[in-house]
């Protein structure tokens, strides 16, 4: 299948500093990218959905100033974090999706990136 | 509203048996997909089968099987001759169009441990 790539695999930062998180798309064009968030033991939860050139569109409850979130091309989306808070300790991943890619048209998925915030 | 459920948190199979996983969802669409993932405890998320709504026949792909009953809006995984790698968390998951665009549900997760 096609490959997802997401980096950093693990980030720890101190309280009120930002981090990015990048999702990459190898070897396929990713029209469409979505971000996802999994607390320890519960399921994927949508954040937003972004298609290359123009707004992310967020799930009801996502902050959109503080999870900032670009699409720039068709093979990479990245996630900000801004002024992180313990509270958005978690683990982030990307899923992205293109139109010759996957029998099933379905999303591939990154390896996800563990956000410690202490 | 959309909704996936999967009612058993956890689940134990004795390697070489199969075991089912279970699945319901709840849409008024007529036009639906049906997913089912493995997250092993690296954290990736691996498709394993996808079933169209439209779809006549139950996917198959390998040792996944999906038991797909329409009238009942169940898509139930079975897993074949069960291995020690199969020890992850299961997820299904209902693709459908919303305001143009494709939206992805995930259910709660199955924990599969596969017993030696």
């Known amino acids: 299948g096609a490959v997802v790539s997401q980096h950093p695999s693990r980030v720890i930062c101190k309280s009120g500093t930002s981090v990015k998180i990048e999702c990459r798309s190898l070897?396929?064009?990713?029209?469409?990218m979505f971000w996802y968030r999994q607390f320890p033991k519960k399921s994927l939860m949508l954040m937003a959905t972004?298609?290359?050139?123009?707004?992310?569109?967020?799930e009801q409850g996502v902050e959109k100033d503080k999870f900032l979130i670009n699409h720039a091309s068709l093979t990479l989306s990245t996630l900000t974090v801004t002024s992180a808070h313990p509270e958005d300790s978690s683990f982030y991943i990307c899923?992205?999706?293109?139109?010759?890619?996957?029998?099933?048209?379905?999303?591939?998925f990154g390896p996800g990136t563990r956000l410690t915030v202490l | 509203a959309q909704k996936i459920t999967q009612t058993q948190p956890g689940m134990f199979v004795q390697e070489k048996e199969a075991v089912t996983l279970d699945c319901t969802y709840d849409?008024?669409?007529?036009?639906?997909?049906l997913f089912w993932y493995k997250q092993p405890s690296s954290g990736e998320m691996i498709f394993l089968i996808y079933?169209?709504?439209?779809?006549?026949q139950n996917a198959t792909e390998g040792r996944y099987s999906l038991n797909f009953q329409k009238a009942r809006k169940s898509a139930n995984l079975v897993i074949s001759a069960s291995q020690l790698g199969d020890s992850a968390m299961y997820f299904c998951?209902?693709?459908?169009?919303?305001?143009?665009?494709?939206?992805?549900?995930f259910g709660t997760g199955t924990k599969l441990q596969v017993i030696p």
């Open positions: 899923s992205a999706r293109g139109e010759l890619a996957g029998k099933y048209n379905e999303q591939f």
């Open positions: 070897d396929f064009q990713a029209t469409t």
């Open positions: 972004s298609n290359e050139g123009s707004k992310a569109t967020y």
């Open positions: 849409t008024s669409d007529p036009s639906y997909g």
């Open positions: 079933q169209g709504s439209y779809d006549q």
């Open positions: 998951a209902m693709r459908r169009f919303s305001g143009g665009y494709q939206k992805v549900t």
